[in-house]
């Protein structure tokens, strides 16, 4: 299936679902211009690519079914379809009630983290946040995440599909202080957006990304840290990206 010229037109920028009509679930939220929505089905027979979506497709087409397609909104700006998938991607994730999203969409919601679903605490915690005061003698390494939050970032390296993988690579830090952090906590604009735990710290090399050492973090998500949602800027003034406090 192919929309024609004359309707590519009248549609302009839209936000599409793609359905798996074995259960009419919703399993991929998208934007799209001209044939965009079409694209996935199309890679999915022709591309050796290994993603949940993509298998979904797969899946779908091997039971002899065909995925169903819907425009929710069309006649958009791109910016105004930007802001409609991120909508609908988070309200469709969210975890406090979604606990069984089917959703196989990789991304976030573009800015989920800054403008996406919060509670009305949340928003008070983000916009109205308290100092961030240290628990004992927590050892706490912080990481800025001025250039990876944003998720249209043209340049590769900072092309992350999480918060998880936006905190925990690729950093030029002091290993011996990393491996004695308690937590990672990860920053934008001056507020702990998310704790971790980590379980271990390695070296990574990606030629293609740079060319010095860098270093990640595998750990776990800490969501009920009295760190989260404060405000650490009167630790964090510089251009450094990573920050040791209390070591």
């Known amino acids: 299936m ?5 309707v590519i037109q009248e549609l302009k920028f839209y936000v599409y679902c793609l359905v798996d009509p074995r259960n009419n679930g ?39 079914h065909s995925v169903k397609y819907y425009i929710i909104r069309h006649k958009l700006t791109e910016e ?43 928003i008070n915690a983000i916009y109205d946040c308290q100092p961030l005061e240290i628990v004992g ?28 993988e936006k905190a925990r690579k690729y950093w030029k830090l002091n290993p011996t202080k990393a491996n004695n952090a308690d937590y990672v906590l990860a920053v934008y604009k001056g507020v702990v957006r998310a704790v971790y735990k980590p379980i271990r710290w390695y ?20 969501s009920d840290s009295p760190y989260l949602n404060k405000d650490v800027s009167q630790y964090v003034n510089g251009t450094n990206p990573v920050r040791y406090i209390n070591m």
Do not use: C
């Open 80 to 122: 105004a379809a930007y802001q409609l998938e991120a909508v609908l991607i988070d309200l469709l994730t969210y975890k406090s009630f979604n606990l069984s999203s089917t959703l196989t969409n990789r991304q976030s919601g573009h800015h989920q983290w800054d403008e996406g679903i919060k509670s009305a605490e949340e």
């Open 2 to 6: 192919k929309f024609k010229d004359s």
């Open 137 to 164: 003698q927590d050892k706490l390494l912080v990481v800025k995440l001025n250039k990876t939050y944003n998720d249209k970032s043209p340049e590769k390296i900072y092309q992350r599909e999480n918060m998880y």
């Open 203 to 222: 070296t990574e090399q990606n030629p293609e990304l740079y060319k010095d050492t860098r270093y990640a973090f595998d750990g776990v998500e800490v």
């Open 26 to 64: 919703v399993f991929y939220i998208g934007k799209g211009y001209g044939n965009r929505l079409f694209q996935h089905a199309n890679d999915a027979l022709s591309s050796e690519d290994e993603t949940l979506k993509l298998n979904t497709i797969r899946d779908i087409i091997s039971h002899g």
